[in-house]
């Protein structure tokens, strides 16, 4: 049955609006030059190593089409991943949501003997909030991406899905090193290459200890069982090899049913994400291995939420994300406000159609009620989308769903209702018409910049023309009659 993804437990949903955070982030000016320069510099590149693609639009809806035909059968081809994975002495676990997700990687850690990990880059367990959950159990996990671990110093949020320290520049980071990372040279510069080599020293002692590694899954084949994470250090490498025990956890639409569409991804995903023409590490791995890399290896498929997008026949075109970030690259809403302001961990285009699917809207005061209306409808996100997710038709859906949510009318309602009545006929448009015509005296300059309620729920996130002097209605008449 279609579940949502319970409230409180991770990080799917945040504590305030996004037209309340959006306007604190829009004040940061160091984070709005961070931000600005970051996402130009991959737009960029981007552009350049796509160009060199002859069949880039054939990839594309090869890629679409891969990814419906996955949803359209997802229970089967589950099964069908779950029984490769147990027969290469791989174990799943299935996990209705986060508090069931948490619960299962907490006790096979506690089963290895373990008080410690190390893990390679996984959204879905920054969805579930796993490494707070770990940490409730004594449980210590270590971050092994250099941006996750800049951002888990910090005791910070993510705020990309390929760059989760985005938001933060070299100064910012030597800061924290020196801050919070322990050992470190007193004298570190914020040279990139030290920054590098400081962190590198700390994780090398954390992989040579670590019993247990966690890890994300970018995709994972039905017909073989294999998994298979994309990164671009290095340190994921060392997370999926040299620890005895591995676990997994993986959202359930990252199945694809057979090992040859990985071909198909694996040139989609690293020109849309790092803007490369081939991805640095590509590791894969089909259950367990004797003599060779860890010895038990455990695959937890969550859903949190996921049934509740599948049983969408349109919304669960967001499911066919491949998380390269291309759409939150392009947004001109993201480049000014930052991942932070959307409250979820996926943030950007996508994560405003996905989050408030992931967890249903409870009202208009659900913070993931607003995350559709961060958008200004450009497309930009659906022409950069390497699987042709229609996001700019699904922010729409999602914000006839935040309405439909609403127990009682609100301003915007209201307004939509006295503007349908006013164009009902000639008569009343002409009347409203001259109404508007008093909007003059509230825009001397030419914009106006606040209404009294239920104006203000407009003016409060956006200027408002004042009216002209002459409507159309009188320039025709005075000219034409």
Same mark, same amino acid.
């Given at each position: 049955?279609?579940?949502?993804?319970?409230?409180?437990?991770?990080?799917?949903?945040?504590?305030?609006?996004?037209?309340?955070?959006?306007?604190?982030?829009?004040?940061?000016?160091?984070?709005?030059?961070?931000?600005?320069?970051?996402?130009?510099?991959?737009?960029?590149?981007?552009?350049?190593?796509?160009?060199?693609?002859?069949?880039?639009?054939?990839?594309?809806?090869?890629?679409?089409?891969?990814?419906?035909?996955?949803?359209?059968?997802?229970?089967?081809?589950?099964?069908?991943?779950?029984?490769?994975?147990?027969?290469?002495?791989?174990? #799943?676990?299935?996990?209705?949501?986060?508090?069931?997700?948490?619960?299962? #990687?907490?006790?096979?850690?506690?089963?290895?003997?373990?008080?410690?990990?190390?893990?390679?880059?996984?959204?879905?367990?920054?969805?579930?909030?796993?490494?707070?959950?770990?940490?409730?159990?004594?449980?210590?996990?270590?971050?092994?991406?250099?941006?996750?671990?800049?951002?888990?110093?910090?005791? +910070?949020?993510?705020?990309?899905?390929?760059?989760?320290?985005?938001?933060?520049?070299?100064?910012?980071?030597? +800061?924290?090193?020196?801050?919070?990372?322990?050992?470190?040279?007193?004298?570190?510069?914020?040279?990139?290459?030290?920054?590098?080599?400081?962190?590198?020293?700390?994780?090398?002692?954390?992989?040579?200890?670590?019993?247990?590694?966690?890890?994300?899954?970018?995709?994972?084949?039905?017909?073989?069982?294999?998994?298979?994470?994309?990164?671009?250090?290095?340190?994921?490498?060392?997370?999926?090899?040299?620890?005895?025990?591995?676990?997994?956890?993986?959202?359930?639409?990252?199945?694809?049913?057979?090992?040859?569409?990985?071909?198909?991804?694996?040139?989609?995903?690293?020109?849309?994400?790092?803007?490369?023409?081939?991805?640095?590490?590509?590791?894969?791995?089909?259950?367990?291995?004797?003599?060779?890399?860890?010895?038990?290896?455990?695959?937890?498929?969550?859903?949190?939420?996921?049934?509740?997008?599948?049983?969408?026949?349109?919304?669960?075109?967001?499911?066919?994300?491949?998380?390269?970030?291309?759409?939150?690259?392009?947004?001109?809403?993201?480049?000014?406000?930052?991942?932070?302001?959307?409250?979820?961990?996926?943030?950007?285009?996508?994560?405003?159609?996905?989050?408030?699917?992931?967890?249903?809207?409870?009202?208009?005061?659900?913070?993931?009620?607003?995350?559709?209306?961060?958008?200004?409808?450009?497309?930009?996100?659906? +022409?950069?989308?390497? #699987?042709?997710?229609?996001?700019?038709?699904?922010?729409?859906?999602?914000?006839?769903?935040?309405?439909?949510?609403?127990?009682?009318?609100?301003?915007?309602?209201?307004?939509?209702?006295?503007?349908?009545?006013?164009?009902?006929?000639?008569?009343?448009?002409?009347?409203?018409?001259?109404?508007?015509?008093?909007?003059?005296?509230?825009?001397?300059?030419?914009?106006?910049?606040?209404?009294?309620?239920?104006?203000?729920?407009?003016?409060?996130?956006?200027?408002?023309?004042?009216?002209?002097?002459?409507?159309?209605?009188?320039?025709?008449?005075?000219?034409?009659?």
């Amino acid at each position: 049955m279609p579940t949502t993804a319970p409230d409180g437990v991770g990080f799917l949903r945040g504590t305030e609006s996004f037209p309340v955070a959006a306007h604190r982030a829009l004040a940061d000016t160091q984070l709005r030059r961070n931000l600005g320069h970051a996402t130009r510099t991959i737009r960029a590149k981007r552009a350049g190593v796509v160009a060199e693609v002859p069949d880039w639009e054939e990839l594309r809806r090869a890629g679409e089409a891969i990814k419906a035909d996955t949803m359209a059968r997802l229970p089967e081809l589950l099964e069908q991943l779950e029984e490769a994975v147990t027969a290469r002495g791989g174990v #799943v676990h299935w996990a209705r949501d986060a508090t069931e997700a948490n619960a299962v #990687v907490a006790s096979l850690v506690r089963g290895a003997g373990a008080d410690e990990v190390v893990k390679v880059k996984s959204i879905a367990t920054q969805e579930i909030g796993l490494n707070e959950a770990l940490a409730a159990q004594g449980i210590t996990a270590t971050e092994t991406d250099l941006a996750e671990l800049i951002v888990q110093l910090s005791d +910070d949020r993510p705020s990309h899905f390929l760059v989760p320290a985005i938001h933060r520049n070299r100064s910012e980071i030597r +800061d924290i090193f020196l801050r919070a990372l322990p050992g470190v040279d007193p004298d570190l510069t914020d040279e990139p290459r030290r920054l590098a080599m400081a962190a590198r020293a700390h994780l090398r002692r954390k992989f040579l200890s670590a019993r247990v590694g966690i890890s994300g899954a970018n995709f994972a084949a039905a017909d073989t069982g294999t998994i298979s994470v994309v990164e671009s250090e290095g340190n994921g490498r060392m997370c999926l090899t040299l620890p005895d025990t591995l676990i997994t956890v993986m959202g359930v639409e990252k199945v694809v049913p057979r090992w040859s569409d990985m071909e198909v991804f694996l040139q989609l995903l690293p020109r849309s994400s790092t803007a490369e023409r081939m991805n640095p590490y590509t590791s894969t791995w089909s259950g367990v291995t004797p003599g060779d890399g860890p010895q038990a290896f455990h695959l937890v498929l969550l859903d949190n939420g996921r049934s509740n997008v599948l049983a969408s026949p349109d919304g669960r075109a967001a499911l066919h994300c491949i998380r390269c970030s291309a759409c939150v690259n392009v947004c001109p809403v993201y480049e000014r406000a930052g991942g932070h302001a959307y409250g979820s961990v996926y943030p950007g285009p996508i994560g405003a159609v996905l989050s408030p699917q992931l967890t249903g809207i409870s009202g208009p005061d659900d913070p993931n009620a607003s995350l559709p209306y961060a958008s200004s409808l450009c497309g930009a996100c659906f +022409d950069a989308c390497p #699987v042709r997710i229609d996001i700019p038709n699904l922010l729409v859906q999602q914000r006839a769903a935040s309405i439909a949510s609403h127990r009682t009318p609100t301003a915007q309602d209201v307004a939509m209702r006295t503007v349908a009545a006013a164009m009902v006929s000639p008569a009343r448009f002409r009347a409203a018409e001259r109404v508007l015509g008093l909007g003059r005296f509230a825009g001397r300059s030419g914009r106006i910049r606040f209404l009294p309620y239920p104006g203000s729920q407009w003016t409060s996130a956006r200027d408002l023309p004042a009216p002209p002097a002459e409507t159309f209605r009188q320039w025709w008449k005075r000219t034409r009659s």
